[in-house]
């Protein structure tokens, strides 16, 4: 299972952008897929996560700024930033909880993706 992350850049405080992290691979379906950021000298942290039926969950310092969402079709989470801060900087990463045939629900990883907001 491959987790591909993209939609990072510079942008200016206030500004917006879009993640998005799709998985390819064999697998019979995701579970629960989640986004962290990790800024430099600090501990990585849960941005927000999402189950395969919708439900979803936020750190404090995003709700109401962020929000997470799926094409389960696609096997895709996004992660709409809007408001962003220059403490949202940081490098983001997706995984996602896949069931693999004989191996059963394994979490993966993603490569990061750098999210860099200018004051």
């Known amino acids: 299972v491959q987790l591909q992350a993209s939609g990072g850049g510079l942008v200016q405080a206030g500004g917006s952008l879009r993640l998005s992290c799709a998985a390819s691979g064999r697998f019979f379906r995701i579970n629960t897929m989640t986004w962290y950021r990790q800024a430099p000298g600090k501990q990585r942290e849960l941005v927000a996560a999402i189950t395969s039926g919708g439900s979803t969950n936020y750190a404090d310092s995003v709700k109401g700024r962020f929000t997470i969402s799926r094409d389960n079709a696609k096997n895709t989470v996004y992660l709409q930033m809007n408001s962003l801060k220059p403490e949202d900087t940081a490098v983001y990463s997706c995984?996602?909880?896949?069931?693999?045939?004989?191996?059963?629900?394994?979490?993966?990883w993603g490569q990061g993706t750098q999210v860099t907001v200018s004051s």
């Open positions: 995984n996602a909880e896949a069931v693999v045939q004989a191996l059963g629900a394994r979490l993966y």
